[in-house]
């Protein structure tokens, strides 16, 4: 074998190489993304936040007003730690309503029960 055959090896082994360490990187990693549609009376802000060992990171926002529909994401993360939905309105006098997402890309309509800005809010998964 010549030095120009060995040249010509070593060039697809690298690629090959290049392509398995990122796959391997990647295997780690996954994207996370949520469609909402707003059907409470009162505007609301909808988060993806990424899961860390210690903290989460915010990783969208939006702002959705009565019968408004937004996606939020893709955000990457880890497949260790995952990613979640916060949903809030202004005057809450509690916390945020936060659901774990599950791989991909979620459907969910944001409900409110009862009358008034302070009534509880409900997440329902759209299939």
Do not use: W
Not at 43 to 55: C, H, L, T, V
Not at 65 to 91: C, E
């Amino acid at each position: 074998m010549h030095a120009g055959m060995e040249a010509n090896m070593k060039i697809p082994m690298l690629a090959a190489m290049a392509i398995v360490c990122v796959s391997a990187l990647a295997g780690c990693q996954a994207d996370y993304a949520v469609d909402v549609t707003n059907r409470t009376p009162q505007p609301i802000r909808a988060d993806i936040f990424r899961k860390g060992s210690d903290s989460a990171v915010l990783g969208d926002s939006r702002r959705l007003g009565p019968g408004d529909r937004a996606s939020l994401g893709p955000v990457r993360t880890s497949k260790d730690y995952g990613a979640f939905l916060s949903i809030d309105t202004m005057g809450n006098p509690g916390r945020p309503l936060t659901v774990d997402l599950p791989r991909g890309t979620s459907y969910v309509e944001v409900h409110q029960d009862g009358e008034g800005p302070h009534s509880p809010l409900r997440i329902v998964e759209k299939r």
